[in-house]
């Protein structure tokens, strides 16, 4: 049984490009969460959606951060006109009930903005 | 919303000792509460969690307690090993939609 997948594993940008982040979660999962981690730092939810819903997005930044999860293919996360403060590791983590159950995280995908 | 604070930040201990890692949570209405070990450069794994119904659970070398009144719960590690050397993260969650985590515990184990 696979985990959960991401891709591209490292991503650079430069300042005003976009990012597009995947995500695949385990077989069987339809609830996906999005979240960053800076670097010696915790991790800090952004995003929670189950498809084709945004169920809590109170931790994305209102502007330029967007994602999906359509019925179709994997969850993605965009960040358009990246700046240096968007380089992190971008973790997605899935579940297969919403609630207290337990999320699986993905290896992550480490953004560097030049 | 909800606040997870743990201690300590930094932690070394000589193999075959214990290591306790400490967290705080300020919502009463959590009632989930993981703990993940992360190496570096991969993903946090889950290594044990515990509901708010119990007041202790153990795996092998690795328990949880929680204390409710108190708002606190704590991972303890019996007999560490140098491949415990990781950073750990508490983690809190009300609805489950998101975990609060902690600042992370480095843990080093000295063989």
């Known amino acids: 049984n696979a985990g959960v997948m991401q891709n591209p594993r490292h991503l650079v940008r430069r300042r005003g490009q976009e990012a597009r982040l995947r995500c695949s979660p385990m077989k069987g999962h339809s609830h996906v969460y999005w979240y960053r981690q800076l670097p010696e730092e915790g991790l800090k939810f952004m995003v929670y959606l189950q498809k084709e819903n945004i169920i809590d997005e109170s931790g994305m930044p209102k502007e330029r951060f967007s994602a999906e999860f359509p019925k179709e293919g994997p969850s993605i996360l965009r960040i358009q006109q990246v700046v240096r403060g968007d380089s992190a590791a971008y973790f997605c983590a899935s579940s297969l009930r919403p609630g207290t159950d337990t999320q699986y995280f993905g290896p992550g995908t480490r953004l560097t903005v030049l | ?111």
């Open chain 2, 1 to 111: 919303g909800e606040n997870v604070e743990q201690h300590p930040s930094t932690l070394s201990v000589q193999e075959g000792d214990s290591a306790v890692i400490k967290c705080t949570y300020s919502d009463s209405a959590s009632n989930y509460f993981p703990w993940y070990k992360q190496e570096l450069g991969k993903r946090p794994q889950l290594i044990i969690d515990i509901r708010s119904n119990v007041g202790e659970k153990k795996d092998q070398r690795i328990a949880v307690t929680l204390n409710k009144t108190a708002k606190h719960f704590s991972l303890h590690i019996t007999e560490t090993q140098p491949e415990d050397s990781a950073v750990y993260f508490c983690a809190a969650s009300i609805t489950g939609n998101q975990f609060y985590f902690g600042t992370g515990t480095s843990l080093t184990v000295i063989p």
